[in-house]
């Protein structure tokens, strides 16, 4: 049987409802529809797609149209019947509404020319996700009369599914911001640009190797295929970004397919070990 919903459950379901429909305004700031600065062209273009070695191509930013798709699936999910009182609901739903208002600060905070207090925004955000997928994780891990707690197949979809690919985009993403940033203050690579790129994607590579063997058998499927999809997503197109256009680096572009092709076997070999 499921459990009654508390007041404090209502209020998160609230909560989630009301974070969504500022990011879903704040995106729309993002790609100027209220007559903002598209974020390629804020902050005197230190985001844009040939800014630094590690800004991904513009495509990979169509990422985001199917990560705010996923937020309000799940914002539509967390209203039905039996959600309220769940525990996955109740683990995720206060960060999940706290990583929507993030986002959003993130774009004004950008628009308003601020890149180094974005760093600051965006460490918050990938640090909130980090928490989700720790609680998901926990979920799976989690026993009830013997069986693990998995969730239902369309929360395991929805859910882990949309958080696992905004984990993994925001972690590519603050990568790109922190080289923007570096860049806004005046660092261009202590004069080995190319050997300083190649190092940051190394770590993005431990980072993502680090998720997919954390979450294997601990979260679902949909949850460490989204956190490395997204990642390999966003290193491919750092990859075509410094193969074409106006900042051509092959060593970057070969580091970040290396890096892409290496989170990419470790998550495929990890899942041996999923439940």
């Known amino acids: 049987m499921s459990r009654p919903a508390a007041r404090t459950d209502r209020a998160r379901q609230v909560a989630v409802t009301l974070s969504y429909v500022v990011c879903v305004v704040g995106s729309m700031i993002g790609v100027g529809v209220f007559g903002g600065t598209p974020i390629q062209g804020a902050a005197g273009g230190l985001l844009g797609a040939d ?8 495509p990979a930013f169509s990422v985001w149209s ?3 798709l996923g937020l309000g699936a799940y914002t539509v999910v967390q209203w039905l019947p039996g959600r309220a009182a769940d525990r996955r609901h109740r683990a995720i739903g206060w960060p999940a509404a706290a990583s929507m208002l993030l986002n959003a600060a993130w774009i004004l905070v950008v628009q308003a020319g601020l890149v180094a207090l974005s760093v600051a925004v965006i460490a918050a955000l990938l640090a909130v996700l ?3 997928f720790l609680r998901l994780r926990g979920l799976r891990s989690a026993r009830r009369h013997g069986r693990l707690v998995a969730g239902s197949r369309l929360d395991r979809l929805v859910v882990d599914g949309t958080f696992g690919a905004y984990l993994g985009w925001v972690s590519v993403a603050t990568v790109a911001n922190v080289a923007a940033a570096l860049l806004g203050a005046g660092f261009t690579g202590a004069g080995a640009p190319q050997a300083w790129s190649v190092g940051v994607l190394a770590v993005a590579a431990a980072v993502g190797a680090g998720l997919a063997l954390a979450g294997a058998g601990r979260v679902s499927a949909a949850g460490r295929y989204g956190v490395a999809a997204a990642m390999v997503w966003g ?8 193969t074409q256009g106006d900042l051509l680096v ?9 890096a892409a092709a290496v989170i ?3 998550t495929l070999r990890a899942r041996r070990r999923s439940a």
């Open 235 to 242: 290193l491919v197109w750092i990859g075509v970004g410094r």
């Open 130 to 132: 980090v928490l989700v």
């Open 250 to 258: 092959p060593v970057t572009a070969y580091a970040a397919w290396a």
């Open 51 to 58: 800014a630094t070695h590690l800004a991904p191509a513009s």
């Open 264 to 266: 990419a076997v470790v």
């Open 66 to 68: 199917l990560i705010y």
